[in-house]
């Protein structure tokens, strides 16, 4: 009977022993995931993907030192893909082996931000052609600069800034409808903003649509009340319409959101002077010549209006 069990004995050593070359078939894989300062990410997701032609698909969680490890691997290709809340993905693919882990190479996650920076990516590319372009408008080359945004439109075709510079160009050789059309299109796809209304505006009015171009300056005011740009063209175009106690109320508006807006100050300054308050307008042209302004038509008005109060 001792026979029977030191035999047993033996026997389930041997079958332990025979076990340990089986585990040895499979291979294991580690890595790293850090951000783009080279800071760990913790709790990255981490997907390993067999690509050998069969499903098998592996998860894991990074530790607090951005590490992760999985073992049970058969050997052959596999990608890891690394994910994380706030980051763009990232991924490397590797050759498993026997023996010793695969070491993946480090796998750095970007937020969307400091990827939109990186030399190559598409958002650097349309920042570039873009600043191209507008150096070409800027130095009065209105027809290559045309050319050059219309290539951008076809690689970037939802970039509302692009069609707002487009339509400048247009009115700039006062063609209306192209300036309509390609402003229009950057309203659509961005809804609400005050610079597009404005520009829209602009051309209305210089188009003899001055209706239309008050209910568009009206709509960016009433959208946008904080932004302090949208009250100060709403004043100037109610100025400009001779309604100038409906502008001296736009222009309060505007100073309200910004103190700092100087010709705001200048044009307050004027309206009081029409209406006979003179120390309040001579606070305002103060605070205008202050503020170093760099209009020098509306400087030199300014500083003689102030001559002649002050007599």
Excluded: C
């Excluded at 098998?56 to 690394?82: H, I």
């Excluded at 400091?114 to 590319?125: F, I, L």
């Excluded at 191209?132 to 509302?160: C, H, I, N, R, T």
């Excluded at 100060?232 to 505007?254: I, K």
């Amino acid at each position: 009977m001792k026979r029977v069990i030191l035999g047993g004995a033996l026997l389930a050593g041997l079958t332990l022993l025979a076990a340990a070359p089986a585990s040895a078939q499979v291979g294991q894989i580690r890595g790293k995931i850090f951000d783009s300062e080279g800071q760990a990410i913790r709790d990255a997701n981490v997907v390993i993907e067999f690509l050998g032609g069969v499903n098998r698909k592996f998860e894991v969680k990074t530790n607090k030192r951005g590490e992760y490890l999985q073992v049970g691997l058969e050997p052959g290709p596999y990608r890891v893909t690394a994910t994380k809340e706030g980051y763009q993905g990232g991924y490397a693919d590797v050759r498993v082996s026997l023996g010793e882990p695969t070491e993946v190479p480090t796998i750095k996650l970007m937020t969307p931000q400091v990827a939109a920076q990186q030399p190559g990516s598409p958002e650097s590319d349309l920042r570039e052609r873009f600043g191209a372009a507008a150096e070409l408008a800027s130095s009065g080359k209105g027809e290559e600069a045309e050319a050059a945004y219309q290539a951008l439109l076809a690689d970037f075709p939802d970039v509302p800034e692009i069609y707002q510079n487009l339509g400048v160009i247009y009115a700039e050789r006062e063609d209306w409808a192209a300036a309509e059309a390609s402003l229009q299109k950057a309203l659509e796809l961005r809804p609400g903003d005050s610079t597009i209304m404005g520009a829209l505006a602009g051309v209305y009015q210089q188009s003899g649509q001055a209706e239309k171009a008050m209910e568009y300056v009206d709509q960016a005011a009433g959208s946008n009340p904080e932004d302090a740009g949208a009250q100060f063209r709403r004043g100037v175009f109610l100025l400009n319409s001779g309604q100038s106690e409906e502008a001296l109320a736009a222009f309060e508006a505007a100073l309200a959101v910004d103190p700092t807006l100087a010709e705001a100050h200048y044009h307050v300054a004027t309206v009081l002077v029409g209406q006979g308050k003179v120390p309040e307008a001579i606070e305002h042209l103060e605070t205008f010549l202050a503020l170093n302004p760099t209009n020098e038509q509306y400087v030199a008005t300014a500083q003689g209006l102030l001559q002649a109060l002050k007599k």
